[in-house]
């Protein structure tokens, strides 16, 4: 059964700092890696989606990696901001016969001003 | 505006009630799905459906029942047979593999 793994559970950062958080899974037999924002009491804002194929996407000051035959993906944040304070969740696609996703419990983040 | 809609974001129900939770897309997705969160712990699977008219268990379906009769909407059933209900739920759907979240809806039973 796949298990995903975020490190670490919290971070406190002064703003303008880059930044990385950690997931890794089990099963390396994945279709595609998302990684999510939660803000307190609010549903999910998808950030990235990498496909089993690629090994990074971009948005913005965001890159996410993915080494599938390690399973290992990072999520770096770059000039981070007190707007970046949220908790971040990775999730993965194991395909197959089963649809859904696999959550990690995700890495709360606290940019200091 | 397109979008995932979950209503109502509050609920509470007495213990030995069932409820429905509302979950409508305009997105023309074909799939959709429900979720759980509890706190410290990572969403999990409680049903999904890739195409009207069917549906399949997740990880954690019982306690729980859905339908699919239309594309835009899967409401999810908390039954009296749930034994831990209150719960943050999350609906989602689903397109170019990249899923969507709502807004979710807390279910608070005493």
């Known amino acids: 059964k796949q298990e995903v793994t975020q490190i670490p559970a919290a971070l406190s950062v002064p703003e303008g700092e880059n930044l990385v958080l950690n997931c890794s899974f089990t099963?390396?037999?994945?279709?595609?890696l998302q990684w999510f924002r939660q803000d307190p009491g609010k549903g999910l804002t998808s950030l990235l989606l990498?496909?089993?194929?690629?090994r990074e996407q971009t948005s913005g000051r965001l890159n996410a990696s993915l080494d599938k035959s390690s399973g290992r993906s990072t999520l770096y944040i770059a000039a981070s901001q007190p707007g970046d304070s949220a908790t971040y969740l990775c999730a993965v696609n194991s395909g197959g016969g089963a649809d859904g996703l696999t959550f990690g419990k995700g890495t709360h983040l606290i940019i200091q001003p | 505006d397109g979008g995932i809609t979950q209503s109502p974001k509050y609920l509470f129900r007495k213990e030995g009630q069932n409820v429905t939770l509302s979950c409508e897309q305009n997105?023309?997705?074909?799939?959709m799905y429900w979720y759980r969160q509890d706190p410290g712990q990572g969403l999990r699977l409680i049903y999904y459906s890739q195409i009207v008219n069917d549906f399949q268990k997740g990880d954690i379906a019982e306690g729980y029942s859905v339908s699919r009769e239309k594309k835009e909407s899967f409401p999810l059933t908390v039954t009296s047979a749930q034994k831990n209900p209150t719960a943050f739920y999350l609906c989602?759907?689903?397109?170019?593999?990249?899923?969507?979240f709502g807004p979710g809806t807390r279910l608070t039973v005493t």
């Open positions: 990498i496909q089993s194929s690629q």
């Open positions: 989602a759907s689903k397109a170019g593999g990249e899923q969507y």
């Open positions: 997105l023309n997705h074909d799939a």
């Open positions: 099963d390396s037999a994945i279709y595609n």
